[in-house]
């Protein structure tokens, strides 16, 4: 049977044109009801493919060739477990279907590469289904509600494209490379009923840039984004219960065929043409694409995992192989991952002297599962923790660090990793950015220099990895006076609170060589030594000046800012320029033991700011007399500090309140729609004269420059909340911005250098007129001759 013939041909694509290849004359079908049951009964027969049936119809609905997946799924004599594709991976074996799915039947899953960030939206709950004690190759995804399932999917497309797109790939070829997808479950906790969906766990930005080819060549990433949530929800009114009674999955699945029945009507519409126009080449490119849908997974005998762990830790163990021998990850998504799958191991192996409970905490506590804010309800035993991030660190380093605990660990993560050995340092490396989730967007700026120092050793001294309590308190200066008196565990809990602080805050860096010839106020030491090693000195029960050093440092740690002392110059500067309004700063203040409230002060009763050089300095006193003679050096006040503060205790006076963001209408565009004034084309604006609506022109202009600012300072005060995930403006809008922006500059320049011309020629007649003689105007040849002068880059 001959197949038609596909086309090929150029369409524009923003400011290029794109030859695209293969674009078939029809889409595909949808499955029938027929064809479903075809997929349901062969799953049904293959003894490995333990799936739910609703799981299969999904499947079944989602594949343009369902009679080529029933063909793979169904046993034979010579095959009992079918033609599945069969990928043997750490601890199971994989069985899969490679078939091709319709894009709008595909879910973004989860992206391992973003545990080492902070999510707006947080990740669902992932758990393992199994039947009769087999694992099945699905998971559940247990979200809030429908909203927040909702907003997980747009800001997961939404995230990927902001920081790499291949539309214009996917435009020329399609998606060529299959898709990497299994099965889920989708729950909810707030009662909704569930329903079965499939997503994709690697490939994500190839789906994503499919939708970005969909949306369009000027579409932003949230378009895309915007447009994928309603083509797979459709409107909030398709999710309730409807009267009917239809299952949720049903009415989903309605929604998306009329989408595709939309779309194909709209090809069919576009290929009629003689000249097919880029619609027809956005649908035709991105309306099916490539797929390996896991359906059964078997575990290796004598596997350590528990039977609902086994699929998803294989899966994960994939996605690891793909991303780090082919595709790598960053070192702390990779770090994130070893980490939390070696405590998961350790967690199923059962034969740890922690309690599976208790571990069952900490993995929540190390994946995010259980926020700061449930610590005290958490650990209830005795005096509960504050439910801060700080203290959420103390108990996860001490969890994580047990003689019973950290072996365990260590192994699980060399085996992993494919390693031989993993020193204290490796183990710390892997804990830093499992530390700092609550923090890093607050304090991305320094987040680099932080995990280096826990690449260094972070807090891991050789009490700490001993046995040891916390010792929860609401002020950490309590324990300065019980670890002097030689209580492990006020020194250990002060080792690691203080520790982390001074890392988190650029206080304790890992120290290199360049930073024994820097100054103190460039990040300078007085001496080499490892971060740990640091912190050990400073913890020891008769060094006082470390002891008050840790405390202060953990008493003054906020989550959601960067003190001063880590903020660099240029960032100053920025935030004035730019009147941000974000939280007012904090500072850590260096340690005098003999003032009231332990804090230094100038002659004039102003605090001195905290360098690293001061912490390197009071771990070990001694080494850093020996290796600097005393000098007496100026002091380092705080730059702006009222002199109030000398009075307060060490409390930094309260910053301005900040400005308060623009009503709605104020400083910005007035809008050009509707009742327009005459200035922008109402009635009557004929009528006017010029140079009344030049006024009106000029204050749009005005308004429209400030709702800019105000636009900016917006953006900038919602970038922490952001998160590292996505840039808070993509890097193609910044671009076609300042171009826009030197323009409009430009513009300004030019007008403003004509005017000032033509009142110095003005101003020059005047004076000849006075003198008897009076000079003739410029011809309009010579004021072309005086523009000749613009500045390089101006445009008239």
Same mark, same amino acid.
């Given at each position: 049977?001959?197949?038609?013939?596909?086309?090929?041909?150029?369409?524009?694509?923003?400011?290029?044109?794109?030859?695209?290849?293969?674009?078939?004359?029809?889409?595909?079908?949808?499955?029938?009801?027929?064809?479903?049951?075809?997929?349901?009964?062969?799953?049904?027969?293959?003894?490995?493919?333990?799936?739910?049936?609703?799981?299969?119809?999904?499947?079944?609905?989602?594949?343009?060739?369902?009679?080529?997946?029933?063909?793979?799924?169904?046993?034979?004599?010579?095959?009992?477990?079918?033609?599945?594709?069969?990928?043997?991976?750490?601890?199971?074996?994989?069985?899969?279907?490679?078939? #091709?799915?319709?894009?709008?039947?595909?879910?973004?899953?989860?992206?391992?590469?973003?545990?080492?960030?902070?999510?707006?939206?947080?990740?669902?709950?992932?758990?393992?289904?199994?039947?009769?004690?087999?694992?099945?190759?699905?998971? %559940?995804?247990?979200?809030?509600?429908?909203?927040?399932?909702?907003?997980?999917?747009?800001?997961?497309?939404?995230?990927?494209?902001?920081?790499?797109?291949?539309?214009?790939?996917?435009?020329?070829?399609?998606?060529? %490379?299959?898709?990497?997808?299994?099965?889920?479950?989708?729950? !909810?906790?707030?009662?909704?009923?569930?329903?079965?969906?499939?997503?994709?766990?690697?490939?994500?930005?190839?789906?994503? +840039?499919?939708?970005?080819?969909?949306?369009?060549? $000027?579409?932003?990433?949230?378009?895309?984004?915007?447009?994928?949530?309603?083509?797979?929800?459709?409107?909030?009114?398709?999710?309730?219960?409807?009267?009917?009674?239809?299952?949720?999955?049903?009415?989903?699945?309605?929604?998306?065929?009329?989408?595709?029945?939309?779309?194909?009507?709209? !090809?069919?519409?576009?290929?009629?043409? *003689?000249?097919?126009?880029?619609?027809?080449?956005?649908?035709?490119?991105?309306?099916?694409?490539?797929?390996?849908?896991?359906?059964?997974?078997?575990?290796?005998?004598?596997?350590?995992?528990?039977?609902?762990?086994?699929?998803? $830790?294989?899966?994960?163990?994939?996605?690891?192989?793909?991303?780090?021998?082919?595709?790598?990850?960053?070192?702390?998504?990779?770090?994130?991952?070893?980490?939390?799958?070696?405590?998961?191991?350790?967690?199923?192996?059962?034969?740890?002297?922690?309690?599976?409970?208790?571990?069952?905490?900490?993995?929540?506590?190390?994946?995010?599962?259980?926020?700061?804010?449930?610590?005290?309800?958490?650990?209830?035993?005795?005096?509960?923790?504050?439910? /801060?991030?700080?203290?959420?660190?103390?108990?996860?380093?001490?969890?994580?660090? %047990?003689?019973?605990?950290?072996?365990?660990?260590?192994?699980?993560?060399?085996?992993?990793?494919?390693?031989? %050995?993993?020193?204290?340092?490796?183990?710390?490396?892997?804990?830093? *950015?499992?530390?700092?989730?609550?923090?890093?967007?607050?304090?991305?700026?320094?987040?680099?220099?932080?995990?280096?120092?826990?690449?260094?050793?972070?807090?891991?001294?050789?009490?700490?990895?001993?046995?040891?309590?916390?010792?929860? /308190?609401?002020? !950490?200066?309590?324990?300065?006076?019980?670890?002097? @008196?030689?209580?492990?565990?006020? #020194?250990?809990?002060?080792?690691?609170?203080?520790?982390?602080?001074?890392?988190?805050?650029?206080?304790?860096?890992?120290?290199?060589?360049?930073?024994?010839?820097?100054?103190?106020?460039?990040?300078?030491?007085?001496? #080499?030594?490892?971060?740990?090693?640091?912190?050990?000195?400073?913890?020891?029960?008769?060094?006082?000046?470390?002891?008050?050093?840790?405390?202060?440092?953990?008493? #003054?740690?906020?989550?959601?800012?960067?003190?001063?002392?880590?903020?660099?110059?240029?960032?100053?500067?920025?935030?004035?320029?730019?009147?941000?309004? @974000?939280?007012?700063?904090?500072?850590?203040?260096?340690?005098?033991?003999?003032?009231?409230?332990?804090?230094?002060? $100038?002659?004039?009763?102003?605090?001195?700011?905290?360098?690293?050089?001061?912490?390197?300095?009071?771990?070990?006193?001694?080494?850093?007399?020996?290796?600097?003679?005393?000098?007496?050096?100026?002091?380092?006040?705080?730059?702006?500090?009222?002199?109030?503060?000398?009075?307060?205790?060490?409390?930094?006076?309260?910053?301005?309140?900040?400005?308060?963001?623009?009503?709605?209408?104020?400083?910005?565009?007035?809008?050009?729609?509707?009742?327009?004034?005459?200035?922008?084309?109402?009635?009557?604006?004929?009528?006017?004269?010029? +140079?009344?609506?030049?006024?009106?022109?000029?204050?749009?202009?005005?308004?429209?420059?400030?709702?800019?600012?105000?636009?900016?300072?917006?953006?900038?005060?919602?970038?922490?909340?952001?998160?590292?995930?996505?840039?808070?403006?993509?890097?193609?809008?910044?671009?076609?911005?300042?171009?826009?922006?030197?323009?409009?500059?430009?513009?300004?320049?030019?007008?403003?250098?004509?005017?000032?011309?033509?009142?110095?020629?003005?101003? $020059?007649?005047?004076?000849?007129?006075?003198?008897?003689?009076?000079?003739?105007?410029?011809?309009?040849?010579?004021?072309?001759?005086?523009?000749?002068?613009?500045?390089?880059?101006?445009?008239?």
């Amino acid at each position: 049977m001959p197949l038609p013939a596909p086309r090929s041909f150029s369409i524009p694509w923003g400011s290029e044109s794109v030859l695209v290849s293969n674009v078939e004359p029809e889409l595909p079908s949808t499955s029938t009801d027929a064809d479903v049951d075809k997929v349901v009964a062969a799953g049904r027969a293959n003894p490995v493919t333990l799936l739910p049936d609703a799981a299969l119809r999904m499947i079944a609905r989602a594949t343009t060739g369902p009679d080529g997946v029933a063909i793979q799924l169904r046993p034979t004599t010579e095959e009992p477990a079918g033609l599945l594709m069969v990928e043997n991976v750490d601890g199971a074996a994989l069985r899969s279907i490679v078939t #091709r799915v319709h894009l709008s039947e595909l879910l973004p899953g989860i992206q391992p590469r973003t545990g080492m960030e902070v999510m707006e939206i947080p990740d669902p709950q992932v758990q393992g289904i199994t039947e009769q004690g087999m694992p099945c190759a699905m998971v %559940r995804y247990r979200f809030q509600d429908v909203d927040h399932l909702h907003h997980h999917v747009w800001q997961t497309l939404h995230g990927t494209l902001s920081l790499n797109s291949y539309a214009p790939s996917v435009l020329a070829r399609k998606v060529t %490379r299959n898709l990497i997808t299994h099965p889920v479950e989708i729950a !909810f906790e707030d009662g909704t009923e569930p329903f079965h969906a499939l997503v994709v766990r690697d490939g994500i930005t190839r789906l994503a +840039s499919a939708w970005s080819v969909l949306a369009g060549p $000027d579409a932003e990433a949230a378009d895309a984004a915007t447009l994928a949530v309603a083509s797979l929800f459709g409107k909030p009114s398709t999710t309730p219960s409807g009267s009917n009674g239809t299952p949720l999955g049903e009415r989903l699945a309605a929604h998306r065929d009329r989408g595709r029945q939309a779309l194909r009507a709209e !090809f069919g519409r576009e290929m009629a043409t *003689p000249e097919p126009g880029p619609r027809a080449a956005q649908i035709a490119q991105t309306c099916v694409v490539p797929a390996q849908i896991a359906v059964g997974a078997e575990g290796h005998p004598g596997h350590l995992l528990a039977a609902e762990d086994i699929f998803d $830790d294989a899966i994960r163990s994939v996605l690891a192989s793909v991303h780090v021998e082919f595709k790598q990850w960053n070192a702390a998504a990779q770090n994130v991952e070893v980490a939390t799958r070696a405590l998961k191991r350790v967690i199923q192996l059962g034969n740890s002297l922690v309690r599976q409970d208790d571990l069952q905490v900490v993995y929540g506590l190390a994946v995010g599962r259980i926020p700061a804010e449930d610590l005290p309800r958490v650990f209830s035993g005795g005096t509960p923790p504050p439910g /801060t991030a700080l203290w959420r660190s103390v108990y996860l380093v001490h969890a994580l660090t %047990r003689p019973e605990l950290l072996e365990p660990l260590k192994d699980q993560a060399k085996a992993i990793k494919g390693g031989k %050995r993993m020193g204290l340092k490796g183990f710390a490396e892997l804990l830093g *950015p499992l530390i700092d989730l609550p923090w890093r967007s607050h304090k991305k700026h320094v987040t680099t220099q932080a995990r280096n120092a826990w690449n260094n050793g972070g807090v891991l001294t050789t009490d700490v990895i001993q046995e040891w309590e916390p010792r929860p /308190t609401d002020d !950490f200066t309590t324990l300065v006076g019980p670890a002097l @008196a030689g209580d492990t565990d006020a #020194r250990c809990t002060l080792a690691v609170a203080g520790g982390v602080a001074l890392i988190a805050d650029k206080l304790l860096t890992r120290n290199v060589g360049s930073a024994l010839m820097a100054a103190k106020e460039k990040g300078g030491v007085p001496f #080499r030594a490892d971060v740990n090693q640091v912190v050990e000195d400073l913890s020891q029960e008769h060094n006082e000046l470390g002891l008050w050093t840790l405390a202060l440092a953990a008493e #003054r740690f906020r989550s959601d800012a960067l003190p001063e002392n880590a903020v660099t110059m240029r960032q100053l500067i920025h935030k004035q320029k730019t009147g941000a309004t @974000a939280p007012a700063p904090y500072v850590h203040y260096k340690i005098d033991l003999q003032a009231h409230d332990k804090i230094a002060r $100038d002659a004039a009763g102003i605090p001195v700011m905290l360098h690293q050089w001061d912490v390197v300095w009071a771990s070990n006193p001694d080494r850093a007399r020996k290796m600097h003679s005393p000098k007496p050096s100026p002091a380092s006040p705080l730059p702006g500090s009222p002199a109030s503060v000398a009075g307060t205790g060490g409390t930094a006076a309260p910053a301005p309140a900040a400005p308060p963001a623009p009503a709605p209408g104020q400083n910005t565009p007035p809008s050009t729609s509707g009742a327009a004034s005459p200035a922008l084309g109402g009635p009557g604006s004929a009528q006017r004269p010029a +140079s009344q609506r030049a006024a009106d022109h000029r204050a749009l202009l005005r308004e429209s420059v400030a709702g800019a600012r105000d636009a900016l300072d917006l953006l900038l005060a919602l970038e922490p909340q952001v998160g590292g995930h996505t840039p808070i403006v993509p890097p193609a809008l910044l671009d076609s911005l300042h171009k826009d922006l030197i323009g409009l500059q430009t513009d300004v320049e030019n007008l403003r250098r004509r005017i000032e011309h033509d009142d110095e020629t003005e101003e $020059d007649t005047e004076e000849e007129a006075d003198g008897g003689t009076v000079r003739q105007a410029a011809k309009p040849d010579e004021e072309d001759e005086e523009d000749e002068d613009t500045p390089v880059g101006a445009v008239v």
